[in-house]
């Protein structure tokens, strides 16, 4: 059973997921951490205040000394600075980074048995950090990524042939980037050009019209799907952000990939038939990666 939840950074993201959790899981305690300790305690009190109203019997605590994240189930990473109008996912990597390490380093020391979601961009590399950093199995460290675009994909499906969300049979994999590739798992189902465009620049969009912050509901609502799955034992198939080892010939590298996600985190990687391009792809990109690490 899952008791306790932590969430480091208690911002737009890493709050609204904690509502998404108090209405859909029952669960001891809820913590946010944030380094501003007057956020962490008003979102933690903002969402009490639901409580007359969910009936939910949930401790919750805003803080700010990583001490209060001691024996976590779970630990969400969604700490660090959003994407802005101008700004690639790799603009943010020095910065979240070193957020990263650092969160992840008191993570193993207060909760070394727990299953860590990172949230944080650029995703795939953030997750890579974190596992190394912790040194967890590498089936407890995932990244939301490839889920969130999942959902963006099934929409826009939705949108364009009138059907539901849920009918629509596709997924995305490899980066949370506009380098994502785009799959139908449906014979008759071809996607469009213009959808896999579409769906590859919807993050884009949607900060250049916030202009000084990025998406908030979608990532909460994916992660919280994933907190579900494992709270739940779903064996759930969702493509999560996942180190590689030897799918697809690539390894040592965090990529989004369909797993099976129950209670002990990625039970299992499930590996596509791909086409020779798309293989070909993914190599690059993963060498594209490991490039980019090797300068932090």
Known sequence: MIKKISIIGAGGVGSNLAFNILNNLSIEQLVLLDINHDQAKAVACDLEDTRGILD????IKGVKNYSKIKDSDIVVFSAGIPRKEGMSRLDLLRINADIAKGAAAQIKKYSPKSIVIAITNPLDIITYLILKETKFSPKKVFGMGSSLDTSRLLNILSKETGKSASSCQAFVFGPHSKDMIVNSTARKQKIRKGTRETVKYRG????KLF??????FGPSVACCKLIEAISHNKSQIIPVSVLLNGEYGIKNICLGARCLIDRSGIAKVIEEDLTVAQKRKLKKISFSL???LKKI
């Open 290 to 292: 490991k490039e980019t």
């Open 204 to 207: 884009a969009k949607i900060v």
């Open 56 to 59: 939910f019997s949930t401790q």
């Open 211 to 216: 202009k000084n912050k990025s998406a908030v």
